[in-house]
Nanobody, 119 residues
Framework: QVQLVESGGGLAQPGGSLRLSCAAS????????MSWYRQAPGKERELVAA????????NYADSVKGRFTISRDNAKNTVYLQMNSLKPEDTALYYC????????????WGQGTQVTVSS
């Protein structure tokens, strides 16, 4: 059974930090490009960051560049999102997504973890 389970969300103050984790199971993690998306109320889901299978290549939305860092540990089947210098506009439901490197129509979503940035 394929599962992506996010954790680490919560309430943070502006300027604070959170680290999200997404634990994968039920598929060969190292064959998948991993990414984080977010969706704020009333807005479309947007890509935040993505990381290649071996972790050597990453890309970020302009809005989070220099503040967020995506990483992965293929031995633990886990992808992370380190979020620093948080802003209120980072408030959203954060999802991880796994997309097969070759068969792009083969993908999986997690259930999401809420991040709220407020003083």
């Amino acid at each position: 059974q394929v599962q992506l389970v996010e954790s680490g969300g919560g309430l943070a103050q502006p300027g604070g930090s959170l680290r999200l984790s997404c634990a994968a199971s039920g598929f060969t993690f190292s064959n998948y490009v991993m990414s984080w998306y977010r969706q704020a109320p009333g807005k479309e889901r947007e890509l935040v960051a993505a990381i290649a299978r071996a972790g050597g290549s990453t890309n970020y939305a302009d809005s989070v560049k220099g503040r967020f860092t995506i990483s992965r540990d293929n031995a633990k089947n886990t992808v992370y999102l380190q979020m620093n210098s948080l802003k209120p506009e980072d408030t959203a439901l954060y999802y991880c997504k796994a997309v097969h490197k070759v068969v792009s129509t083969l993908y999986h979503w997690g259930q999401g973890t809420q991040v709220t940035v407020s003083s």
